[in-house]
C-alpha cells in the first residue's frame, strides 16, 4: 500500500479520522489469521520452568558469590537452609552465627545454628570485643549500648 502523505505512524492527527467501510474491509481482511501479540502472550509450564532454572545462583548474571552483602547471605541462607534448632540447647529460635575464623559466604558449613544467648557466647571469644567487655558479658552484665529489659 502506498503513503499517500496524510499519514504518519503515531502522530496524533490519524486520532479521530473517518475511515470510509470499503476502507475498513480492506484492513479487516489483511489482518485475518494474524494472532496480535498485545492480547497477552503466555509462556507454557514447561518452559516457565526451564526459565526458572537457567538463573538460579551461579547461573544468574546478577550472583554475586561470596562478595554478597551480609544481609543478602543470611537471606539466602534461610531460604536453602531448614531452620534447626540451636547446636548447644536445642532452643527453637535460633539464628545464624558465622563461625571464628570464616569469611561470609554461601555454604552452610561456614555457619552454626545458635540460640541469642549461645551466639552472643560464641563472640565473646571474637576479636571485637575488649578483654574488659568479654568480662562484662561473661558475668551476665549489660554493655553500656544495651538496652535494659522490661520486666
Not at 509450564?45 to 543470611?74: F, L, M, V
Not at 544467648?117 to 563472640?123: L, S
Request: charged share 35%; hydrophobic share 20%.
Amino acid at each position: 500500500m502506498e503513503n499517500k502523505g496524510w499519514f504518519k505512524r503515531g502522530h496524533k492527527t490519524n486520532v479521530g479520522r473517518i475511515v470510509s467501510k470499503q476502507t475498513r474491509l480492506k484492513i479487516s481482511a489483511k489482518n485475518k489469521g494474524h494472532v496480535y501479540r498485545g492480547t497477552g502472550w503466555k509462556h507454557g509450564e514447561t518452559t516457565k520452568a526451564k526459565c526458572r532454572e537457567a538463573k538460579i545462583a551461579e547461573k544468574n548474571p546478577q550472583w554475586k558469590g561470596d562478595e554478597a552483602s551480609y544481609g543478602a547471605i543470611h537471606k539466602w541462607l534461610k531460604r536453602n537452609h531448614e531452620d534447626t534448632p540451636c547446636e548447644e540447647c536445642g532452643n527453637e529460635k535460633a539464628e545464624w552465627a558465622l563461625k571464628h575464623g570464616e569469611r561470609h559466604g554461601h555454604y552452610r558449613s561456614k555457619y552454626r545454628r545458635l540460640c541469642r544467648k549461645h551466639h552472643a557466647e560464641y563472640d565473646i571469644t571474637g576479636s571485637k570485643r575488649t578483654p574488659e567487655q568479654r568480662a562484662r558479658i561473661s558475668e551476665g552484665k549489660r554493655l553500656s549500648w544495651q538496652k535494659k529489659k522490661n520486666s
